[in-house]
């Protein structure tokens, strides 16, 4: 399933996208974002940021982020994902602080971050060595243009940590808002206001995602029945299941899984969330 805490085992990667909604999730790595075309929203605790073509982002380590398409045009970014320990002396400020607005318009960006950003994306795949200095580089021109707060500050406390397993570990079962604030010790406003507050949805559409992501990594990777899989999704009834998965990907589950095997035959590597 599509984990709501992602470990990143290459030490450098590089991924070009055409950005999707995302839910909010967060993982050990530094995440850089480049939009290349188009335009996309970028949400880090509680803040929304517009992002369009040449504006750059750095996300930092252990932050809950997400993603949100809301134009209808072309949209296209790299994301660059880097281990931790290829930040040499930037380490303590990336375990610490964040930024307090994480993107840097396209005017604002320095010009060897762009030329980094170039030769990144020239060379595709690069190795721990060299993804070490462009980000080196990167971190040391960009620490000007922001201003660093305490990570402490951007909504990443121990109830939102909580909120987010408990729904991993128990997506597939039914759940209320009411039945997870009880597990949780909480009471439901409580936990309300974390889903409208920090991921900027509501409970139901959260609960959706986890489900939505699974199931889309069964139709992928399994040739398990489409009544299987809403059902092994945690989806009350297949009807809900077609209607949640239509709004979502603009397709039913039978074309999406279609669709992600013709282009498993024509050897393209393009994430089926993508389409």
Not at 16 to 22: E, G, L, R
Request: contains cysteine; charged residues 25%.
């Amino acid at each position: 399933m599509q984990p709501s805490y992602e470990e990143q085992k290459e030490k450098f990667s590089i991924i070009k996208k055409k950005p999707h909604h995302v839910p909010p999730h967060l993982h050990n790595a530094i995440e850089l974002v480049y939009v290349i075309q188009g335009e996309l929203e970028l949400g880090v605790g509680y803040e929304l940021y517009h992002m369009e073509k040449g504006d750059f982002a750095i996300v930092f380590p252990d932050l809950i982020h997400h993603y949100q398409v809301l134009s209808k045009g072309e949209n296209e970014v790299y994301q660059f994902y880097a281990s931790l320990e290829l930040s040499g002396p930037f380490m303590s400020l990336l375990q610490k602080k964040c930024p307090e607005n994480p993107v840097i318009a396209r005017a604002e960006l320095h010009e060897e971050v762009k030329n980094a950003l170039g030769c990144l994306i020239k060379d595709k795949k690069v190795s721990g060595v060299v993804g070490q200095a462009y980000l080196q580089i990167i971190l040391y021109r960009c620490r000007k243009n922001f201003r660093f707060i305490e990570k402490d500050s951007v909504g990443s406390d121990d109830l939102i940590y909580a909120a987010m397993a408990y729904l991993l570990s128990h997506f597939q079962e039914e759940l209320t808002l009411g039945k997870v604030a009880e597990a949780l010790g909480v009471n439901k406003y409580t936990l309300s206001k974390i889903f409208s507050g920090i991921f900027h949805t509501n409970f139901n559409q959260y609960l959706n995602e986890i489900r939505l992501n699974y199931a889309t990594s069964l139709l992928e990777n399994t040739e398990m029945r489409i009544t299987d899989i809403y059902l092994e999704a945690g989806f009350e009834s297949q009807r809900t299941f077609n209607r949640t998965f239509q709004q979502r990907y603009n397709r039913t589950p039978s074309e999406y899984r279609k669709l992600c095997f013709e282009k498993w035959n024509m050897g393209k590597q393009e994430e089926p969330q993508e389409l």
